[in-house]
């Protein structure tokens, strides 16, 4: 166990000192390092419904979801829409999963699924 929290320190640490570098800002790389410290430290103390949707993203690790399909989502978790809407809100206040506004609708996702969403974006603006 002292293994592991000389490790998390350490990573802490390099992030402190990569954000003080950059001053202060903290680029999406940053969050998917903050997400590798959560996994390493086990962030286990999640609620069970936060655990049921996290594990269904993991499941779906390269689609992003509208806000408009959380209640299919939650029929699916077995919770209701208000609670699976919650527990994505706070998902992603952790870190643990990646939000974005396009236009006047919201996404949520994997971080690889919002990554790869922002690259694809990416390109059809650079086409455009």
């Not at 293994?3 to 320190?9: F, G, N, P, V």
């Not at 643990?96 to 390109?123: C, M």
Request: hydrophobic fraction near 40%; include cysteine.
């Amino acid at each position: 166990m002292p293994e592991l929290k000389e490790q998390w320190i350490t990573a802490i640490l390099s992030i402190i000192d990569e954000l003080l570098t950059n001053n202060c800002q903290f680029f999406d790389r940053d969050r998917t390092e903050m997400t590798k410290i959560f996994t390493l430290v086990g962030e286990t103390n999640l609620p069970p419904s936060q655990e049921k949707v996290l594990e269904f993203l993991k499941l779906h690790p390269y689609e992003v979801f509208a806000v408009t399909e959380v209640e299919e989502i939650a029929q699916t978790l077995g919770m209701n829409k208000n609670n699976a809407s919650w527990c994505f809100w706070a998902l992603e206040k952790k870190h643990l999963i990646g939000k974005r506004r396009l236009g006047r609708k919201v996404y949520y996702g994997s971080l690889e699924a919002i990554d790869q969403l922002d690259r694809e974006l990416r390109k059809k603006g650079e086409q455009e």
